[in-house]
């Protein structure tokens, strides 16, 4: 096999609203996937990087087009939520868990069965699994026949890519294939639950569907600690990519904790090359301060929010700014997942008011 940067990568386009349009390349796409090569295709969360589930080698490929640390798992895509039972041993819970968000953007975590390659779980006894709503995704899978494994197509440790321009940017040849299929719908990546032995949900990763959600649906749901805080020393990380920098930007990111007032002030005292994440009911207030401003949309709005997260972190990331400051997000609601992708990306760093 060709070195893994030095691939021609072939790019299509499929539209969301007209898949069966794109009906020849997702069977050209479905042939490089059979074939045990890598497709990146967009999904309702981020773009994903997809090859063969079953077959190692293709699993292995993507950890070498990422970058990505061989004890980080990998998600398994399928079609129909019912073809988790051929990859796990899915408990009762499953199935009222897919009635209630799958198709969408929820990834389960059960019992793996043996012909899961290890590749794909990094060796644990568990698999993830997730059924995708974008119709790109779905048309792909049913075209492909076979369980795609697809960690977020970004080079590990950037921020996941959220539309065909990103994907370029880290992927262009170092994959067969790359689908541009628009913007993506939310913009995080998937909530992440794992069934325990009781029946009870642990959630390792909040996203679209809301600690909220999943309560109101009825299930036991804890939060575990490294969603929201940070790693304690020597204290194991049940789903291994919460371990890892993440979406870090080059200069410093710290977010400020505290109103809108004291936001101000603490920015206006400021002496070095800022940029500054801004609410838009900030942004106005702020202009006369001497800051690079870029907006988060609405305070309220932490759907545009998460939608926009990830492309600000990295044009913020193009200009050499000294320091990067954001208002801390709230816990509750999506406010959750972009909580916990923002303290990442600030490597925990928090200034309280
Ligand atoms: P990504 O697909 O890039 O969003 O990353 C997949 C995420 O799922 C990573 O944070 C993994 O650690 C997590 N994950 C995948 N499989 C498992 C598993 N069996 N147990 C716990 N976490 C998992
Ligand atoms: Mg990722």
Redesign the pocket.
């Known amino acids: 096999m060709k070195d893994v940067n030095q691939k021609k990568t072939l790019y299509a386009s499929v539209s969301p609203d007209d898949p069966a349009a794109g009906r020849e390349t997702l069977v050209q796409a479905s042939l490089i996937l059979r074939a045990g090569g890598t497709v990146v295709f967009p999904t309702e969360t981020?773009y994903?990087l997809g090859a063969n589930a079953l077959d190692p080698e293709a699993a292995a490929r993507i950890y070498a087009a990422k970058g990505?640390p061989a004890d980080?798992?990998?998600?398994v895509h399928i079609a129909e939520p019912y073809e988790a039972d051929a990859l796990c041993v899915c408990p009762p819970m499953y199935a009222r868990l897919a009635r209630a968000f799958m198709p969408g953007p929820l990834?389960v975590?059960m019992p793996?069965k043996p012909c899961v390659p290890k590749t794909v779980?990094?060796g644990?006894s568990?698999?993830?699994v997730r059924c995708p709503a974008h119709p790109v995704a779905h048309a792909l899978l049913l075209e492909a026949g076979v369980p795609v494994a697809?960690?977020?197509a970004?080079l590990s440790g950037s921020p996941?890519p959220t539309c065909f321009r990103h994907v370029k940017e880290d992927m262009d040849g170092r994959v067969d294939m790359i689908i541009d299929g628009g913007e993506c719908d939310f913009g995080v990546?998937?909530t992440?639950v794992?069934i325990e032995d009781d029946g009870s949900l642990l959630l390792?990763?909040p996203g679209a569907v809301t600690l909220e959600d999943l309560k109101s649906f009825g299930a036991d749901v804890t939060v575990a600690p490294a969603v929201l805080g940070a790693l304690k020393e020597g204290e194991t990380v049940?789903?291994?990519?919460?371990k890892y920098r993440h979406y870090a930007p080059k200069a410093p990111l710290y977010l400020l904790d505290g109103t809108l007032e004291k936001r101000r002030k603490f920015l206006a005292e400021q002496k070095a090359r800022i940029a500054y994440l801004a609410y838009a009911e900030e942004a106005e207030q702020f202009e006369s301060l001497s800051l690079a401003l870029y907006s988060l949309g609405e305070e309220k709005d932490t759907k545009g929010q998460a939608k926009c997260l990830f492309r600000l972190l990295r044009d913020v990331d193009k200009e050499n700014y000294d320091v990067i400051y954001a208002p801390l997000p709230p816990m509750d609601g999506l406010g959750m997942a972009l909580y916990n992708r923002m303290i990442r990306a600030a490597a925990h760093q928090i200034i309280k008011l």
């Open positions: 981020v994903g990505r980080n798992p990998l998600i990834t975590i793996a779980t990094a644990l568990t698999v993830a697809a960690p977020s970004n996941s990546e998937s992440i794992k390792l990763r049940l789903s291994p990519g919460m």
